[in-house]
């Protein structure tokens, strides 16, 4: 299974024209091959460019994702790999940024990662599989 981050999405729903046409053909590839998934805070961050539940709910029938429940054990992968991130960049946030809850998913479920930010995921979760430019 392949979770699937909201970068891919936002690309595919935007027709971004730099990372649209890349992002649709890997998705399209990675669904022939692997069921694909999204979870809680992948919707939340695909969910501010509609208006409704049902909008968005439209705008994500093309592709069969599964809607996966956030890993309660994710929770402390994520606020540890965060903390390193902190300490590394000397941040002012002071709870978790989406990607880390994604990257801790992926990790915690053995799951793959479709994904743009390949940086992030490698510096913090080096034992998710990703799928990046």
Do not use: C
């Amino acid at each position: 299974m392949v979770l699937v981050d909201s970068n891919i999405l936002i690309d595919i729903f935007t027709d971004d024209p730099v990372w649209g046409e890349w992002s649709a053909e890997q998705l399209l590839a990675v669904s022939v091959t692997d069921e694909l998934a999204i979870n809680p805070l992948i919707y939340a961050e695909i969910s501010i460019a509609y208006r409704t539940a049902g909008e968005l709910q439209k705008a994500l029938r093309p592709w069969p994702l599964e809607h996966l429940p956030l890993p309660y054990e994710a929770g402390f992968i994520a606020g540890q790999a965060f903390l390193a991130y902190r300490k590394e960049h000397k941040g002012q946030k002071r709870s978790p940024l989406p990607d880390f809850y994604i990257g801790a998913h992926a990790q915690v479920s053995g799951l793959r990662l479709l994904t743009r930010d390949e940086n992030r995921y490698r510096t913090y979760f080096p034992k998710v599989t990703l799928i990046a430019p």
